[in-house]
């Protein structure tokens, strides 16, 4: 009767949970994700929630592009901090836009909405880089402080985490498996640098007392069997011969009776606890419900999506095939009627034929002939010039964007524009352009050219017939329309055009001076197509793409990435109040410099080359922080080909000068043929050394000279990214580092908040992903969220592992990097471990013991990366604009100290 109350109660027990949100759902390669929200999802899911989205994403929009050009001068920033105030509140809102529409355009079904969606999520976020560009100039920092915007904007930190369009993976998901199989056919390899983390080898001491722990254990287990069953057996032969009295079934009763009670008083308990739960908005059974049908919709959204996108690709091609057959003749014959009557009109009035239109006219949408040529619709918009010609509107605008230099490098600016604009009147004290720089915003004009198609062609469309959301037919007729126009024109014009010069050729009389000028005018023509800039020599001798592909493979420095989705790069906000120099940036932070740094510039269709995007980054910081990870996450976010120029592995290889230059040229030739790209280079600090030990026999610095000329010759729009990474960048030549790669990124240790976040959300993914069937049946491709059948193994084991306080942990973990963490989560939880986890709970015990078997961290490598990040030229430049040092002062020739006279003192 004990052991029936031992099993009612430990099977009756209800959970508790922490007043928020949780979800677990099972991924590709059966990895658990634990995601934590505050808030309730959303319902909604129907066409008119995306309608109705996208209407307050316009309007947020049209707000934005008042904000960013404030007709009142008094909006007008005039000094380094409110022009810094307005960029990052451009730059918040901005984000929070893109998070809105990344969704919009995700789940939106409408085949042609989604075009137009798609336009303007990459106009946004072109835009959200360039304005991430003017903040990175005026505040000399890739680290903004936001506090003030966060608490003006009513946000959290987490509110403003740039998000990852889904269609950058989407697109390319099939080029980057197929790429994959080709270069397991190959036997490529895979990019696995070690994570530097290994827990000391069991000397034979700790064995033989791990031997002798076991077998005293199993001889105690074994006497415990053997007297429970003396026990029982004394049990039964007491029943046999006292008989059961009355006595003996009262006191039975009375314990099934407590039983059930405790049971029937802990159930009511529960559910009480649930209905406040649920009153208060802070359950999270209900919670489970919505988030599975919302997934099911989400799903269910793709897939509608991909029906309606294959029947609008049929409609393309049926339309304009019925437009060209039945449209096409008399749009032929109306082009011939209208050119004859134009050259015999021409004739008449001008006594000769006239020259045929040039190419880049007849061109043109709505040309006819005999009419003024339609203006260029997708030409941008040519650029104001400032008032007067030369006078003084022009010297006050130049006064102008001079002050405003100068202010985004020192605090006092007010007196030098004094200074300067004192007697030019008012227009220099109006003039925004010095500070906001958006007058020619390529992205900015496409974000309004989008939102105006949206007003005119969606917002106010009556779409009642059409409620499944399908293409729209007179929108495809008057697209293919023009289509087959062009068509026709490129079919017809030839030919009008030789008609043309036959007639003219006709009424010539002179025959020879008709020559000598058709002479000259080839010799004028050669001699302008001659204007060539010269070509770079090709060092693969025109090799095809194939055979380099093969040859890089071959050689190892074409590599297969890791798939690692960017949520799995741990790290929390710091809620705490920053110092005003703090070499060491959040890792949550580092995940939104990745982002804007890496993940969108290599996603982006087409890149301005306008746009100064970094070309190269440096991540630095100590063994075991998740460089190498951020690596995989931007090959894995962008679907981008992975190569890799890391010494240890070139060594050996294409020796000498000219094998060496063909390496690196054919590594960056594939790179962009193949973009988007990104180039590894491991222990980056090697290659630009100061001194190479006599021992290293691999000549590590042989790239150099070539790595950085083919660094200098990417440009934007070739979606190339070099990404450096270096444990011991003291040990290289700082100022030749920080020229070759354009941004110096500090992978730094976790804070406490980050190192909390590890512990628990390892710990929680590592028991479910390794014993609830949940995990095996997502390990085969199915899906399954917590509501699924399994999900019950789950809850349990989440229970069971809750009981290690992840805060202590935290704080005893203090110096250990991220793969320290894992390393000891992974090894403190077997495989047998986790079976056992129902029966016997973790204790943050057993984690400690295993954390403190690893060596101690070295705290002084800590203060050496301090000390090098703050001689970075960036931070040089963040004290100056700070007013923490003076700025050196320049001499005539605008040198400073380093001048022409301090090099003749050398």
């Not at 989604?114 to 903040?135: D, N, P």
């Not at 290289?732 to 908040?753: C, E, M, T, W």
């Not at 590592?766 to 699924?788: D, N």
């Not at 390393?823 to 400690?848: G, K, M, N, S, W």
Request: charged content about 30%; overall charge positive; proline content about 6%.
């Amino acid at each position: 009767m004990s052991n029936l109350c031992d099993f009612s109660r430990g099977f009756f027990e209800p959970w508790f949970f922490e007043p928020c949100f949780f979800e677990l759902w099972f991924v590709s390669r059966a990895k658990v994700h634990l995601v934590l929200t505050n808030e309730r999802p959303a319902t909604g899911t129907d066409a008119r929630t995306y309608i109705e989205e996208w209407q307050e994403i316009s309007a947020e929009i049209a707000q934005q592009l008042q904000y960013e050009n404030p007709t009142d001068p008094a909006l007008i920033p005039k000094d380094r901090e409110a022009a810094l105030l307005h960029l990052t509140v451009l730059y918040a809102k901005y984000i929070r836009i893109l998070q809105r529409i990344e969704i919009a355009h995700d789940q939106t079904v409408h085949p042609q909405k989604i075009r137009l969606l798609r336009s303007l999520l990459m106009s946004i976020i072109g835009r959200l880089i360039e304005v991430k560009l003017q903040i990175y100039e005026v505040d000399a920092s890739d680290f903004p402080d936001l506090e003030a915007v966060l608490l003006d904007l009513k946000l959290l930190p987490e509110d403003l985490d740039v998000p990852i369009p889904k269609i950058f993976a989407e697109e390319r998901v099939a080029a980057a498996a197929k790429r994959e199989a080709l270069l397991d056919s190959k036997n490529a390899q895979r990019y696995q640098p070690s994570s530097g983390v290994a827990f000391p080898e069991m000397t034979i001491e700790e064995a033989v007392l791990t031997l002798q722990r076991n077998e005293r254990g199993r001889q105690g287990r074994i006497r415990a069997k053997y007297m429970r069953d003396i026990r029982l057996q004394e049990e039964q032969d007491a029943d046999l011969d006292g008989a059961s009295d009355v006595s003996n079934m009262t006191s039975s009763v009375i314990k099934i009776q407590k039983t059930w009670r405790a049971y029937k008083g802990r159930r009511l308990a529960h559910l009480e606890a649930k209905r406040e739960a649920e009153f208060l908005g802070m359950a999270t059974v209900p919670s489970f419900k919505e988030r599975a049908s919302m997934s099911e919709n989400m799903r269910r959204r793709k897939d509608i999506q991909k029906q309606h996108e294959e029947e609008f690709q049929q409609a393309l091609v049926s339309v304009k095939d019925k437009i060209r057959k039945v449209e096409g003749p008399d749009i032929k014959e109306s082009y011939q009627d209208a050119f004859r009557q134009w050259y015999m009109d021409f004739k008449r009035e001008a006594g000769k034929f006239p020259d045929f239109p040039p190419d880049e006219q007849w061109k043109l949408p709505g040309f006819a002939f005999g009419q003024a040529p339609p203006e260029d619709l997708n030409a941008p918009p040519p650029e104001t010039p400032p008032a007067g010609k030369g006078g003084r509107g022009d010297k006050a605008a130049a006064a102008g964007k001079k002050d405003a230099g100068k202010d985004a490098k020192k605090d006092a600016k007010k007196d030098a524009a004094g200074k300067k604009g004192g007697g030019k009147g008012k227009e220099a004290e109006e003039e925004p352009e010095p500070i906001l720089f958006n007058s020619n915003s390529n992205y900015l004009r496409k974000v309004q050219e989008s939102n105006t198609s949206y007003l005119q062609e969606w917002k106010e469309k009556n779409e009642t017939d059409n409620f499944a959301q399908r293409h729209d037919i007179d929108i495809i007729k008057n697209v293919k329309r023009r289509e087959v126009d062009a068509e026709m024109k490129d079919e017809l014009f030839g030919v009008l055009k030789e008609e043309l010069e036959n007639l003219k050729l006709a009424m010539e009389k002179d025959s020879k001076k008709k020559k000598k000028d058709g002479g000259k005018k080839k010799k004028k023509d050669k001699k302008a197509g001659g204007k060539k800039g010269k070509k770079e020599k090709d060092l693969t001798g025109g090799r095809p793409i194939e055979e380099l592909i093969d040859e890089l493979a071959a050689a190892g420095l074409m590599q297969i990435p890791e798939h690692v989705r960017l949520d799995e790069f741990k790290g929390r906000p710091q809620l705490t109040a920053k110092e005003k120099l703090s070499p060491e940036p959040p890792l949550h932070e580092i995940k939104r410099v990745v982002t804007e740094y890496c993940i969108l510039p290599l996603g982006l269709d087409e890149l301005d080359d306008t746009l100064t995007t970094p070309r190269s980054i440096l991540l630095y910081g100590p063994p075991g922080c998740g460089k190498s990870m951020l690596v995989d996450i931007v090959a894995t976010e962008t679907g981008a080909v992975l190569f890799n120029l890391s010494p240890k592995l070139t060594a050996g290889q294409y020796t000498g000068k000219s094998n060496v230059a063909r390496m690196v040229y054919t590594v960056f030739k594939v790179a962009k043929a193949l973009a988007p790209a990104v180039v590894v280079i491991d222990d980056a600090e090697a290659v630009f050394a100061k001194k190479v030990p006599k021992e290293d026999t691999s000549d590590p610095k042989r790239i150099r000279k070539d790595l950085v000329k083919a660094i200098n010759a990417l440009k934007p729009s070739d979606r190339v990214l070099v990404i450096g990474i270096s444990r011991n960048p003291f040990y290289s030549d700082a100022k030749a580092l920080s020229d070759a790669f354009h941004r110096q990124i500090y992978v730094p240790r976790p804070n406490y908040g980050s190192r909390e976040t590890m512990w628990r959300e390892w710990i929680a993914e590592r028991a479910v992903f390794e014993a609830s069937p949940a995990a095996a049946a997502a390990a085969a491709g199915t899906p399954y969220s917590i509501t699924s059948p399994f999900a019950s193994s789950a809850v349990e084991l989440l229970e069971t592992v809750r009981r290690a306080n992840t805060s202590v942990l935290a704080r005893i973990s203090a110096g250990y990097s991220p793969a320290a963490i894992k390393a000891v989560v992974y090894r403190t939880l077997t495989p047998r471990r986790i079976h056992q986890l129902p029966a016997r709970p973790l204790q943050t015990e057993e984690l400690v013991q295993h954390l403190f078997k690893l060596p101690e961290p070295d705290r002084k490598m800590e203060q050496d990366f301090r000390d090098w990040t703050l001689k970075l030229p960036l931070f040089k430049k963040r004290e100056i604009v700070m007013g923490l040092v003076p700025e050196e002062p320049q001499d005539k020739g605008g040198k400073g100290k380093g001048g022409k006279d301090a090099k003749k003192k050398k």
